[in-house]
């Protein structure tokens, strides 16, 4: 259920970027949205259930359809459950101090894949189990010079997160949501990132329902090519 027209095209824009760039990386053949119109108590249809309205313009429907510079996901430097499997220390017991920063000792903590949430919570591919209230999530990445511009985090959550990279606070999310999103970096996490080994760590809260944690971290497919025409 979708206030307006606006938030309908965004978030079928959203779902279309994420078919592309499956297809892109992971070979994904064929994709179907349901459903053509609303249809009773569903309402996520494009048309309304008289037919007598568009709900997402044609021209934005085509250029979702057709990707555009969305077709591919730019550089995966940290690949989340959709695009991969990368493997995570993780506790479920609250940490000591310093938990997000570079150097911290994980060595009792647990190893898993992610993403880490509970079977049918909607939007998330869980290759671990987490059903307790809190997760913190911990692993190194690696960077070069030219990847640091226009470098994003990729995220699904549900419910409230915290990401820090380097120990600087990257994003705060409350609530969830039920599909992979792209996120900016904070201008202070931004700052510590640095060619080479680097620290992402999360925290993940949650109160009821399903639950879910996942994120990765890529440069998107239009800025490198923006980089190329600067070029």
Known sequence: MLPNAKELTSRYAQALKQVWRLHASRGLSAAVYTQTTDVETESNGLL????????????????????????APGKIILADALFGRSDWKFTTETPADGWSKPGFDTSAWKEGVSGFGTAGTPGIIPNTTWSTPDIWLRREFALTAEDLPGIKLQIFHDEDVEIYLNGALAVKLSGYITDYDEFEISKEALATLRPGTNTIAAHCHQTTGGQGIDVGILVPQQHKEADKKGG
């Open 48 to 71: 309304t259930y008289d037919r007598e309205v568009t709900k997402i313009a044609p021209a934005d429907l085509l250029a979702a359809n057709r990707g555009g510079s969305l077709a």
